[in-house]
């Protein structure tokens, strides 16, 4: 059942049209997503399917001339991404299960944590741009099952040149690519029309 997704992807893609600054653009934008993830019955399988050894990042949705792209982030238990950043603003929607996003500042030369761990529970959004605080680190907040994000960026992330940040200093460049190879299609609405005429 795509249909969520295709409504949040086409709402999204009208707010871009007003090109909004980036505070409303977060701000409209995570409530579009807000409403996207407070429901857990849209998401294909194929797009839920965790690895046992790391995260996968699979995508969605990538408009077509790059604005933004939606994908889903699948944890394993007790999986985490490096401490990296993403060079374009981002919002994370949480949709099943439960994770932990730690910010980062850079100190002496040295990436940080900065400030408390934020938790984010079904139905919580979050974002992070380069204005705002761009470097962070997050991990399933369980060990024992998985838990799945919805991401929404400013760029097709998975083509974008970024960083990690090693715990021994400087920094190591990295473009994340995707876990799947196929889409879901958004378009092919013949079952609702079906269903529609009967």
């Given at each position: ?156 992330i998975g083509a974008v040149r970024r960083h990690t940040y090693p ?32």
């Open positions: 059942m795509t249909r969520p997704l295709r409504e949040f992807v086409h709402a999204f893609g009208l707010l871009l049209y007003t090109r909004p600054e980036e505070p409303q653009l977060l701000a409209q934008g995570g409530a579009l997503l807000r409403t996207l993830v407070a429901r857990d019955d849209w998401l294909p399988e194929a797009f839920a399917e965790p690895h046992p050894e790391y995260y996968r990042q699979y995508l969605l949705h990538a408009d077509s001339t790059e604005r933004f792209s939606v994908v889903s982030f699948v944890w394993g238990p007790g999986q985490a991404t490096p401490v990296h950043d993403h060079t374009v603003w981002g919002l994370i929607g949480m949709l099943r299960g439960s994770e932990f996003s730690q910010g980062y500042v850079e100190r002496e030369g040295a990436w940080v944590p900065e400030g408390e761990a934020v938790r984010l529970q079904p139905g919580d959004v979050e974002a992070v741009s380069p204005r705002i605080g761009d470097v962070h680190r997050v991990r399933n907040a369980f060990d024992d099952r998985v838990s799945i994000s919805i991401h929404v960026y400013g760029a097709n715990p021994e200093g400087g920094r190591r460049l990295f473009v994340s690519g995707y876990s799947n190879t196929l889409l879901p299609n958004l378009w092919d609405r013949s079952a609702e029309l079906r269903s529609a005429a009967e």
